[in-house]
């Protein structure tokens, strides 16, 4: 069931859509397997960030860094804040791309470690010259390592090197292996290594470890993840149920059990999204609905939104056409104060509640309850919703339409008997139509990407004609913001690549750097 919980801290609550932690991305020597991992993986990050750039409302990500890791490490990216940023971001996934052609290197073993470290060495500097009452509180980060090689060995790697390094401001440490392909799969993986998801607990901290596939549409599904809110610090939706429908459970104090849930988006709302036909709009539910409360007012919702469940509908009984606005998944909640307990009784509940559900072809009809009327003395209008069981263990909820929303309108019965000249026509038709078992929105392109990222200046060009080409692309490499960790013997270059991390750390002195100097003078 279970996130693995953290006890002993957490902040207070937070809105349901709050920034992501930092996260560094270090992309370790995925060139060496001689296949198109790189390419991929750029055009991957090339479609993600086109969308997280850009996405209106709150921002999901905050800051973001990226590292190479060939025969030695690089960071081809400081911590940069991610929204409005797009540009930048494609011009160093223009440059991953380049470096990663340059040839194939066997990274050293100390070139991850040092690379992690330098990562938490900008980190601090960076959090620590953070203005106060900006509203960011950098406390913690995560660190997401790409690679070729076998999972395992990596963490190997990280047990021997990271034993003496202070990791205590890394929230998560994931290591993700790209597969090379299926026959090099075959002959390179373990009897003992075939677990696309495995978490290992190493150094205090928690490593997570995942297997995907090398396409794009895997490895950009992997990225997509960071925009959902994954934080387990609140309860997002309390259902109220009457105490009655559950005989062997006693009522709380207003005769309601109560099912504590997490809500999760289906999809990106449209409202979101500049350049598309709804970016100009608003989402249409109400004021108070948690749809509006999570995605365009998240700081109004610091509190759990109550849906107290009025009726149960069958399913066969209910028009789709009276529901609006975008679908929300409900799971069963993940929240760290709760007790272990409590956290797997609620859980339970939760499951039995789908099971019984999809049994007896029922839905739920519920009112949402406003989370205060504020200083109006007027109470606000209800929304309503409708509840519908799945088989993976969640619930669906859906706004549905009232009296006062709805239009007139009258459709006559379908007829029973057709004329047979009419039948045969449109059976024919019918019959030219490739059949698909089920949609699948992931064989669906509507070029969104490309429009996302013609949105924002682009001094270099589109990064997707290009990434399959061999022709060199320009690149403006930026500079570190903060002077890298001093370089041990064994990670010095070879003198056929620029060592552009001695030469940043030479050329380049930082105003973090120059006020530290000043305060030790002082």
Not at 17 to 33: D, E, K, N, T
Not at 409 to 427: A, G, T, V
Not at 458 to 469: A, C, F, I, Q, T
Request: with cysteine.
């Amino acid at each position: 069931m279970h996130q693995r919980r953290t006890t002993g801290k957490g902040p207070s609550p937070t809105p349901w859509i709050h920034q992501q932690p930092p996260r560094i991305l270090i992309v370790h020597s995925i060139s060496s397997c001689g296949t198109d991992i790189c390419s991929n993986l750029c055009e991957a990050l090339q479609n993600f960030f086109s969308l997280a750039c850009n996405l209106m409302g709150p921002s999901r990500m905050s800051l973001f860094s990226l590292y190479i890791v060939q025969n030695q490490y690089e960071c081809i990216l400081p911590f940069v804040q991610v929204k409005g940023n797009f540009a930048r971001l494609q011009a160093c996934i223009s440059e991953l791309h380049t470096l990663q052609r340059e040839g194939c290197f066997r990274p050293q073993s100390p070139s991850l470690q040092a690379a992690i470290e330098d990562g938490l060495q900008q980190f601090r500097q960076y959090s620590r010259h953070v203005p106060a009452g900006a509203g960011l509180n950098y406390t913690c980060l995560e660190i997401t390592i790409i690679t070729s090689h076998p999972r395992k060995e990596i963490v190997k790697q990280l047990e021997e090197g990271l034993k003496d390094t202070d990791l205590l401001r890394v929230r998560k440490l994931q290591v993700v292996e790209i597969t090379k392909g299926a026959l090099e799969c075959m002959a390179a993986t373990s009897p003992d290594d075939d677990s696309s998801n495995e978490e290992s607990s190493i150094l205090g901290t928690d490593i997570d470890l995942q297997t995907i596939d090398n396409d794009i549409i895997s490895i950009e599904v992997f990225f997509k993840d960071w925009l959902h809110n994954n934080g387990t610090d609140q309860e997002h939706i309390h259902i109220l149920l009457p105490s009655p429908c559950f005989s062997n459970i006693s009522g709380a104090r207003d005769n309601s059990m109560c099912l504590r849930c997490d809500l999760q988006e289906r999809i990106l709302s449209p409202s979101l999204l500049p350049g598309t036909a709804d970016s100009s709009l608003r989402m249409d539910d109400p004021k108070g609905d948690f749809c509006t409360l999570y995605q365009l007012e998240p700081q109004l919702s610091t509190s759990p939104y109550k849906l107290r469940v009025i009726k149960a509908l069958k399913s066969s009984g209910f028009c789709e056409s009276l529901t609006y606005g975008l679908p929300f998944i409900l799971r069963p909640t993940s929240f760290w104060r709760l007790d272990w307990n409590e956290l797997e009784t609620n859980q339970q509940h939760f499951h039995a509640l789908c099971h019984i559900l999809l049994k007896r072809e029922w839905l739920l009809l519920a009112k949402g309850e406003p989370q205060s009327l504020g200083t109006s003395l007027r109470e606000p209008a209800s929304t309503f919703y409708i509840i519908l069981p799945s088989r993976s263990a969640t619930l669906l909820v859906k706004a549905v339409a009232t009296r006062e929303m709805m239009l007139p309108n009258s459709f006559p019965l379908l007829p029973e008997d057709p004329p047979d000249d009419s039948l045969k026509i449109m059976e024919s038709t019918l019959a030219a139509l490739e059949l698909e078992p089920s949609y699948n929105p992931l064989d669906i392109q509507s070029h969104l990407y490309l429009l996302m990222a013609s949105a924002s200046p682009n001094p270099h060009g589109r990064l997707h004609p290009s990434l399959r080409k061999t022709r060199q692309m320009p690149t403006n490499r930026v500079r570190a913001t903060v002077a890298p960790l001093p370089m041990i013997p064994a990670m010095r270059r070879t003198p056929k690549m620029p060592d552009a991390s001695r030469a940043s750390s030479e050329a380049f002195s930082s105003p973090l750097e120059e006020e530290e100097e000043e305060e030790e003078k002082a």
